[in-house]
């Protein structure tokens, strides 16, 4: 995700490339979705979930990471 802190990481622009391209969605997410999710489990329609883990990441998480060529 595009923040302040990630700004600092070496290589992050080509690392969020590889990410978006690798992605099932082809894009990368956003703060907002990413925010949009706990504000959901915050809510009282996330009521019954308990245990979860919910990935917010463009469907990342089904696949394996390839290598990002330098």
Request: aromatic share 6%.
């Amino acid at each position: 995700i595009r923040t302040l802190a990630a700004s600092g990481i070496k290589n992050f622009r080509k690392m969020l490339a590889a990410n978006e391209a690798q992605t099932p969605l082809r894009r990368n997410v956003t703060i907002d979705e990413v925010g949009n999710a706990g504000a959901f489990l915050c809510s009282d329609l996330a009521s019954g979930i308990s245990g979860e883990i919910m990935y917010v990441d463009g469907g990342f998480n089904t696949t394996a990471m390839g290598s990002m060529e330098e």
